[in-house]
């Protein structure tokens, strides 16, 4: 898959899960939330198995800590959805920062190979701007959260897919 296939299909994923943000606001955080509980619990499984199953002391330990509190996040998240639905978003929120600010570097870097690098510039900003309002206003609710989120995902996958179909047109040219 070339480059510009891997944009435009970045962009698609943006696009769909904006559309279910919007049409099912209330369960969109608490779904994240689940399945950062179920995630956290299987990885902190594994890593008991891992740790138990080793031969020797050596990383052992670190596998089996790693499998206790992999486990005890797990459940923690479900005992405290609304507190870990919080972190979560504070997570998503320094997620989007870091990623506009790697778009904008993206680009810079891009401008002598491409034109129309200012998709890229415009895609940073809206994952920046997105991050700092999900940092100012973090108690919302699920659903403005969820809101915000989806026309995030949209505008950005967007955005992603207009410099996909561009990069593919200059490739096939």
């Known amino acids: 898959m070339d480059g510009s296939s891997v944009l435009i299909v970045r962009g698609l994923v943006g696009v769909a899960f904006g559309i279910i943000?919007?049409?099912?606001?209330?369960?969109?955080?608490?779904?994240?939330?689940?399945?950062?509980?179920?995630?956290a619990i299987i990885d902190g499984a594994t890593n008991l198995v891992l740790g138990f199953s080793r031969t020797g002391a050596n990383g052992r330990w670190a596998h089996v800590l790693q499998g206790v509190v992999g486990i005890g996040a797990g459940v923690l998240t479900f005992v405290w959805p609304a507190i870990t639905g919080l972190v979560l978003i504070s997570f998503i929120a320094a997620w989007a920062v870091v990623t506009g600010v790697f778009e904008i570097a993206a680009a810079i870097s891009l401008r002598r190979v491409i034109t129309g690098e200012w998709m890229l510039v415009l895609s940073g900003i809206v994952s920046i701007l997105f991050g700092i309002l999900v940092f100012a206003f973090p108690v919302a609710g699920a659903v403005g959260i969820s809101w915000i989120f989806g026309a995030y995902a949209m505008a950005a996958g967007i955005i992603l897919i207009s410099l996909g179909v561009r990069l593919r047109r200059l490739v096939l040219t």
């Open 21 to 39: 943000a919007f049409l099912w606001p209330g369960i969109t955080i608490a779904v994240l939330v689940a399945i950062f509980g179920a995630y």
